[in-house]
C-alpha cells in the first residue's frame, strides 16, 4: 500500500507492505486518522502507520502478482 501525503510545500510517499507470507495490509479511516496496519494471519498488527485524513492525498494498492501469471 502506498499512501501519498501532503506536507505543506511538497508530497511524501510512505509505503506499507505485507513483508512475510501469510500478512495482509488493511486500511482504516476513523475519526479524521487514516491508519494502514500489516497484520499477521492470526490477526496481531505487526505495525501501523497514521496520517491525518485531511493531509492524505492518494491511497495506492499495488496488487501482488501471482506465480502463474507471465508478464
Given at each position: 500500500?502506498?499512501i ?17 507470507a ?42 501482488v502478482p ?6
Amino acid at each position: 500500500m502506498e499512501i501519498v501525503v501532503d506536507a505543506g510545500d511538497t508530497t511524501r510517499t510512505y509505503e506499507v507492505v505485507a513483508g512475510r507470507a501469510g500478512r495482509r495490509v488493511e486500511t482504516t479511516v476513523r475519526r479524521g486518522v487514516v491508519e494502514v496496519s500489516e497484520v499477521t494471519r492470526g490477526g496481531s498488527v505487526v505495525r501501523t502507520a497514521r496520517f491525518m485524513a485531511g493531509r492524505v492525498l492518494a491511497l495506492v494498492e499495488h496488487p501482488v502478482p501471482r506465480a502463474d501469471e507471465t508478464p
